[in-house]
């Protein structure tokens, strides 16, 4: 089995569901016969988003590639973001290590296309929300994206921030997004939404959401999966 590498820590939450889920996963996979080895390369969550928000993507991608590096040293052979707003300098970090990483929007992508969506709905960061890098590898594939109106990016990049990074799922809060999608259901017709950031899990699943999620943690967690039992 080939062992797994994961820059972590951005947010500490979502990092947590990676390594229980691939342990589980793995151990299920196998029959109970092997977990995976796997390394975490935690970064410093407020370094991270403080480089993100003000946009100084060069010295982000150094600071990634490097936590990339020090993954393959020690082992490594398939190697991940588990934020989907790290995946803003995804290009870059490949470029500066030559290391493949194992993509959340490409992933994601390859579910839409095997579920059959042709219109979906995208929630994350405001980052997320308004770049393109969680959307190209869809738009490419002839999917509509849709995104929440500005001030509903705002409302939901605030919960993600202050709320579900620190673990705090709140009732009014799910109520809020289910609002949002209800209103990119009528007005746009979207089909699923998708989970575009890796804390939204937390608060939002196919029970609880009026449309089919779309989750990029669940989705990325299985192709790991499935490139670690290729070592096998």
């Known amino acids: 089995m080939k062992k797994i590498g994961l820059i972590g820590g951005t947010g500490p939450e979502s990092t947590l569901m990676y390594y229980k889920e691939l342990n589980n996963k793995i151990d299920e996979a196998t029959g109970g016969k092997a977990m995976p080895e796997l390394s975490i390369e ?3 969550f407020r370094k991270a988003w ?9 010295e982000l991608a150094d600071y990634l590639s490097e ?3 020090n993954l393959v040293k020690g082992g490594a052979e398939i190697v991940s973001l588990t934020a989907g707003t790290m995946h803003i300098v995804f290009d870059e970090i490949e470029k500066n290590t030559k290391v493949s990483l ?11 296309i095997k579920r059959g969506y042709k219109k979906v709905g995208l929630l994350g960061t405001i ?5 393109d ?18 001030k509903e990016r705002e409302l939901i990049a605030k919960r993600i921030f202050e709320e579900l990074e620190y673990g705090i799922v709140k ?6 997004f289910n609002e949002i999608i209800k209103k990119m259901q009528d007005e746009h017709k979207i089909e699923a939404v998708i989970l575009g950031c890796t804390e939204l899990p937390l608060i939002l699943n196919d029970e609880n959401c009026l449309l089919p999620c779309l989750d990029s943690v669940a989705i990325h967690i299985e192709r790991l999966v499935e490139l670690a039992k290729d070592g096998m």
């Open 102 to 112: 194992v993509s959340i929007p490409k992933a994601v992508c390859d579910e839409v």
């Open 127 to 131: 980052f997320t929300m308004e770049r």
């Open 42 to 44: 935690s970064v410093n």
């Open 171 to 176: 009732e009014s809060t799910l109520q809020e």
């Open 133 to 150: 890098f969680m959307k190209k590898d869809l738009l490419q594939a002839g999917i509509d994206v849709v995104v929440p109106d500005k």
């Open 50 to 58: 403080e480089l993100v928000s003000e946009q100084r993507h060069k």
């Open 67 to 69: 936590k990339v590096h």
